[in-house]
């Protein structure tokens, strides 16, 4: 395939996940009322796999168009066994929104397919919200800090959410994947956070914490992903789209639930609560300090520490 300008290529895959989207819908309408109208049992069951293949489907295709045009490499570093089947909560930074995409890439079908926590909003967008309601994605309300102040029952609202997704995930195998970060990191909100991290927003471990604690008796671990765009301080969707963000490198590794964070209720013990925040915010601290060192220009490191597992690159 010929080289594309910039601004072409973006504008090319912008038209094809359009396409994609579209095609994706035909199948995914009526997989869903199907699922709608059954009651759960085996025949449920065979329309929620019928819902992933399509969803699996739709995911493979659109990265390869971006992948295929943009002209970018992705750099997959796996720290830990191939687990399709397992149950896992996944922790990630965020800095854009080819983030979402690249996550899929990564682990899809190494480790089992993502479902994402997301914001109320998405649920009305035309296909991509029933397909985010098909496969059971948790849509988050987020209230305000004003508005919660007013009701302070709203504050219990996510919490709710989660425990009810969570019973489904219990089920299935699942990458149940929280942005601790709660949005994409920017220099506007970090400075308006007063964030202590250079590439990073403060983590929020709550969303985190609760599907840990939801899922702790049949939880297989933490995934801790990290992404970092290669010589791409401030990387933009856009400007991966265009083909000017050549490489990104992905680390995916296995992390067992702490001893001291396996037993607990974060909602109502504020001792547990301060050890899950101090063991997120340690976490964040190194993975800021490795995203940053990776993003700078002037910075030789290319890749993650710990190449303990194999490189794969897309």
Not at 56 to 78: C, D, E, F, P
Not at 211 to 231: F, H, K, S
Not at 290 to 302: F, L, M, T
Request: aromatic share 8%; hydrophobic share 45%; glycine share 8%.
């Amino acid at each position: 395939m010929p080289v594309l300008p910039g601004a072409l290529r973006g504008i090319t895959i912008i038209v094809g996940l359009i396409g994609i989207t579209i095609l994706g819908g035909i199948p995914l309408v009526p997989a869903s009322i199907i699922k709608l109208v059954l009651p759960a049992g085996r025949a449920r069951n065979r329309a929620n796999a019928a819902l992933l293949g399509i969803a699996k489907t739709w995911a493979r295709s659109a990265n390869g168009l971006i992948l295929g045009v943009s002209g970018t490499r992705l750099h997959y570093q796996q720290q830990m066994a191939d687990d399709p089947d397992g149950r896992y909560v996944l922790i990630s930074n965020h800095q854009c929104w080819a983030d979402v995409m690249l996550l899929i890439k990564a682990i899809d079908p190494r480790l089992p397919f993502p479902r994402f926590f997301i914001k109320e909003q998405l649920r009305w967008l035309p296909v991509i919200g029933l397909a985010c309601w098909a496969l059971d994605f948790p849509f988050m309300k987020r209230h305000s800090r004003a508005a919660i102040e007013k009701n302070p029952s709203l504050r219990n609202d996510d919490m709710h959410t989660v425990r009810r997704a969570c019973e489904v995930f219990r089920r299935q195998p699942v990458s149940l994947v929280n942005y601790a970060e709660g949005t994409r990191s920017t220099p506007a909100k970090r400075a308006a956070a007063n964030s202590p991290y250079r590439t990073m927003l403060p983590p929020k471990a709550g969303g985190t914490a609760f599907a840990v604690n939801a899922m702790r008796d049949v939880l297989d671990g933490i995934l801790d992903m990290t992404v970092a765009y290669i010589d791409t301080p401030e990387p933009k969707f856009w400007d991966l789209l265009c083909g000017r963000i050549p490489e990104v490198a992905v680390r995916v590794r296995y992390l067992a639930v702490p001893a001291e964070l396996a037993d607990g209720d974060y909602g109502a013990d504020p001792e547990y609560r301060d050890r899950f925040k101090t063991w997120l915010g340690d976490l964040w601290a190194g993975k800021d300090t490795e995203v940053a060192a990776i993003q700078d220009p002037k910075n030789p490191r290319r890749t993650f520490k710990d190449l303990s597992a194999g490189v794969h690159h897309a």
